[in-house]
């Protein structure tokens, strides 16, 4: 057995979304080993029968099922939570995953949180870190479109402050793509839905 190779699960109920997500992973050239879930209860089954250290979840799934959820995670505190992200949901469910990954964003973006699990020594890396509210502020502009000199004149301050921020930003959420951020900053409050479609 390799010790190197990833056991990643899916929880994830359409067989279209399932079966290209894993075929796109086997392809990759990681050493992976992929197993699938359809629901919550099959997941918690497979979680006992089999060594899982990463599993990729569509949130719509854990809705309304949180008590299983928080018994899921304090059975297995190791495991990395990566929320599989096709719509906007709300913070409280948000914030049980580790990662959070856009369907619409490039697999490679899923590979590098892949990698980042394997290397990160703090599994407890949460996607719900506290942000200050200078990232807060610097994240509402990200998402809004500025530049970083934009940004940094906004609230004035050094442009080498703002990526110092976004760098921040990117390493509490574990969230490195524009689509991803804009989600989180919806899920977490900081701008609504409205604003974000120009409503």
Known sequence: MNPHRKHILILEPSDIVYEGLSHAL?????PLVVYRAADVDELALSLQKTSVSILIINPLLLHNRQK???RLKENHPTLRW???V???F????????????PITDPLNLLLDALHDHE??????????DALTEREKEVLVRL???LSNKEIADSLNISTHTVISQRKNIMGKTGIK??????????TQRLISLAQEEGL
Request: cysteine-free; glycine content about 8%; aromatic content about 10%.
């Open 177 to 186: 793509s524009q689509s991803g951020l804009t989600i989180y900053a919806i």
């Open 68 to 70: 299983e959820i928080r």
């Open 119 to 128: 290397s990160r020594s703090d599994s407890a890396h949460y996607v719900h």
């Open 82 to 84: 990566i929320g599989l």
């Open 86 to 88: 096709y719509n906007v």
């Open 90 to 101: 709300p913070s409280s469910l948000m914030q049980h995953f580790h990662t959070l990954y």
């Open 26 to 30: 086997m392809k990759s050239g990681h």
């Open 143 to 145: 998402v809004n479109g």
